[in-house]
């Protein structure tokens, strides 16, 4: 298996523009996690999906974050309008959870996006 | 709130020495917790975990101790070595059964050879 496919790897984009993030998880898992990279908060959890459902979108920001998995082999993080604060590392992981719990949850690359 | 914090955001060690990498929840409900390894452009990867069960978990060179009255765990890296330079994060796993992961900011060690 080649991973969790994330992409863009790198995003420049002005202020005000839309940028969609796209992510692959490994065939097999049902669980899916967006995590935004900040030197402030680490590794902060920003929505995750079970089986294709929304579960938890607590931790998106604001309205201007939007995250979809229309199917299980695909998802995307959305940010419209963009604002220079935006500008991260955003990284998608998935896992099947079990007993192994965190274990078998393995990361993207990651997109770093820079907004300007 | 940060439920898990990492409080040193750098490290800096002599290869061969020991690292110790330290890490705090506030959250007694946490049983579950996890340390991942960062290198530049890639994503975190799974290094060792530990459950509230047990304080210690050894795994070659790592080895993680939980305090459990404390709130605390630390990751002991022995002996050190220069491909072990990178960012550490330590993680909590969510007390619901989630599969949801819980992170502090992370620690950049870096081992001079």
């Known amino acids: 298996d080649a991973g969790v496919i994330q992409s863009p790897r790198h995003e420049v984009t002005e202020m005000g523009q839309e940028v969609t993030l796209r992510c692959k998880p490994i065939?097999?898992?049902?669980?899916l996690f967006w995590y935004r990279q900040t030197m402030m908060r680490g590794l902060e959890l920003l929505i995750y999906?079970?089986?294709?459902?929304?579960?938890?979108d607590s931790g998106m920001p604001e309205d201007r974050f939007s995250a979809k998995m229309p199917n299980a082999s695909f998802s995307t993080l959305k940010i419209q309008p963009s604002e220079p604060r935006d500008s991260a590392v955003y990284f998608c992981?998935?896992?099947?959870?079990?007993?192994?719990?965190?274990?078998?949850?393995?990361f993207g690359q990651g997109t770093r996006l820079t907004v300007v | 709130d940060q439920q898990v914090k990492q409080n040193s955001p750098s490290l800096s060690v002599q290869e061969g020495r020991i690292s110790i990498l330290n890490c705090d929840y506030t959250?007694?409900?946490?049983?579950?917790f996890l340390w991942y390894k960062k290198y530049p452009a890639e994503g975190p990867t799974f290094l060792i975990s530990?459950?509230?069960?047990?304080d210690k978990n050894e795994d070659g060179r790592f080895t993680v101790f939980l305090n459990k009255s404390a709130k605390h765990l630390s990751l002991h890296i022995v002996p050190s070595q220069p491909g072990d330079s990178a960012v550490y994060f330590c993680?909590?796993?969510?007390?619901?059964?989630?599969?949801?992961?819980?992170f502090g900011q992370g620690t950049t060690l870096q081992v001079k050879p």
């Open positions: 992981a998935s896992s099947f959870w079990s007993a192994t719990v965190g274990q078998g949850t393995f």
């Open positions: 065939s097999g898992h049902n669980s």
């Open positions: 999906f079970n089986n294709n459902v929304p579960i938890d």
């Open positions: 959250n007694s409900m946490f049983d579950y």
């Open positions: 530990i459950s509230s069960i047990k």
């Open positions: 993680a909590a796993s969510d007390p619901g059964n989630t599969g949801k992961l819980i």
